[in-house]
């Protein structure tokens, strides 16, 4: 937020006089002007300060005097603009979508674009054109309609069919690949700190609960501990949320970057125990400790607060109370705890350890799924799963962002979609989805068609979602739940009993309607 010249006059200071600093100004005061006035008023205070804290304190309090009179009628502007969107001339480049527009037309029956939302399931065994056929027939028609998009690629070759598609259906200048394979496609979605950064420009501290589903989508893609990580298995997700409760509302109290390796590292860094000098002096979360503190002193924004206040006494009594009982080996909950810490700290650790996750997921943003809808932007992961190259775990952990993301933005888009017809649709493609399935998919599949997003699944058979499932108490009730959810389905030919006998059961009760009338 702050203008090239005058970062280049704080970058002399000490650097902790100019993370605090810094941090106040972008957080709490708005113009650009007010910004360098403030800075001005301060600046000498602070160069003499280096070290010297009550120095730092006295100049934020000048700053903070000075850039509440002349900044505080524009914050609200600001905010707008912090938050706002980029803008372009025509978001919608000249199309309309009305729900009765016809997309397909099957043997006779028109497939329009509001049972597109209802979402679709393709089953097949390999080879029997579930994928080039069937789904990419749907795929052009929506794509021509003008469907923004968000792609997952499971299998290496996956990228090139999505383009030809895409590109024979006069999208290719919609296209954002994001892949390991050049530099130039190594785009970066810190979604976590994006967030973070939106509730600080409202003086706030960002809802734990905002992030809790996407860390939980991305431990349930990506997890190992399938018998607990995946299905309904309500303490470890209990647990989990206690975790990750406490760990991004120290990170966000602290002032540090929001990211997956940072929560790893304040759960890795808890005091197991007696707390002892040395684990004051070198632990990560010790030192966010001092500096949260030292923010809910001096930090305007925080002190006057009284959420922010209270979010503080949650953090502290949940580390230092509620956590070394969790830790204590006879504790009954202690199990679940432990899970939650292995579980999570074992993706943490990939993440803080790949430079590829770091690149794409914990530093700036390129894009975001919002363009999908935004822009038409047709988003494609290619780091696909079954890879072996660039795939496996990394894949995993990519594949869960993303999804998250995907399915936080649809779930929070506003406006009447079902009225207004200048809403773009977007269509959400998971070829081999199996190993995009997860508990929230449920709850996901029963919401997004009010919110124009075309969900479309290509798998195997019914079998290979109770698979991913199997292992979890309510596995079987879950994907029950996502099928229940999906309105077209679609098969090609397929040994799989299960998907053989859904079929069979649908087309008899169709059957035992027409016979009724």
């Not at 998919?441 to 479309?456: E, I, N």
Request: aromatic share 8%.
């Amino acid at each position: 937020g702050l203008s090239a010249g005058l970062r280049n006059r704080l970058r002399g200071l000490h650097k902790d006089g100019i993370k605090i600093v810094v941090e106040a100004f972008e957080a709490m005061w708005g113009s650009e002007d007010a910004l360098v006035s403030a800075a001005n008023s301060a600046i000498d205070i602070i160069a003499r300060a280096t070290r010297d804290e009550s120095s730092v304190v006295t100049a934020i309090k000048e700053a903070d005097d000075f850039a509440l009179d002349y900044a505080g009628k524009q914050r609200a502007a600001w905010v707008d603009k912090f938050t706002a969107s980029d803008s372009w001339e025509d978001p919608n480049q000249g199309y309309t979508w009305n729900l009765d527009t016809e997309l397909v037309n099957m043997a006779g029956q028109s497939w329009t674009l509001r049972d597109s939302f209802t979402s679709t399931a393709v089953f097949g065994v390999t080879g029997s054109g579930k994928s080039m056929t069937v789904a990419h027939t749907l795929l052009a028609a929506m794509l021509e309609a003008g469907y923004g998009g968000v792609f997952f690629c499971a299998k290496p070759d996956e990228r090139e069919s999505l383009e030809r598609v895409i590109r024979k259906s006069g999208r290719g200048d919609d296209l954002v690949i994001v892949s390991a394979k050049s530099e130039a496609e190594m785009l970066g979605n810190n979604m976590l700190d994006q967030l973070a950064k939106k509730y600080a420009a409202r003086g706030e501290v960002v809802p734990v609960e905002s992030i809790l589903t996407t860390l939980l989508t991305v431990i349930e893609t990506a997890g190992t501990n399938t018998s607990e990580s995946r299905g309904s298995n309500q303490p470890f997700f209990d647990a989990m949320k206690m975790l990750v409760r406490g760990a991004a509302n120290l990170i966000n109290l602290a002032g540090e970057d929001l990211t997956i390796p940072n929560l790893g590292l304040v759960m890795q860094s808890r005091a197991e125990g007696k707390v002892t000098r040395k684990w004051e002096e070198t632990s990560y979360q010790a030192y966010l400790f001092r500096r949260a503190e030292w923010r809910m002193r001096h930090h305007a924004l925080y002190r006057r607060n009284l959420n922010v206040q209270m979010v503080w006494e949650e953090t502290q009594r949940f580390w230092k109370e509620q956590m070394p009982a969790f830790d204590n080996p006879e504790a009954k909950t202690g199990n679940f705890m432990q899970s939650c810490v292995t579980e999570f700290t074992g993706i943490s650790d990939v993440m803080m350890k790949n430079p590829l996750l770091q690149r794409l997921f914990c530093q700036g943003s390129d894009y975001s799924a919002a363009d999908a809808h935004e822009r038409g932007s047709l988003i494609i992961l290619d780091i696909a799963i079954e890879d072996q190259e660039y795939g496996g775990m990394v894949g995993k952990i990519a594949a869960g962002i993303l999804m998250a993301d995907t399915m936080r933005t649809a779930l929070s888009r506003s406006g009447n979609t079902n009225a207004d017809d200048s809403m773009r649709p977007v269509v959400h493609y998971c070829d081999e989805a199996q190993h995009f399935v997860v508990k929230e998919l449920s709850k996901y599949l029963s919401t997004v068609r009010s919110k124009r997003y075309a969900f479309v699944a290509i798998t195997q058979g019914v079998t290979s979602f109770h698979d991913v499932f199997a292992a979890s108490p309510g596995g079987k009730e879950t994907v029950a739940t996502i099928l229940q959810n999906i309105a077209t389905w679609v098969t090609c030919q397929t040994p799989d009993k299960a998907t053989r006998d859904l079929f069979s059961e649908a087309c008899g009760q169709y059957k035992q309607r027409l016979r009724g009338h």
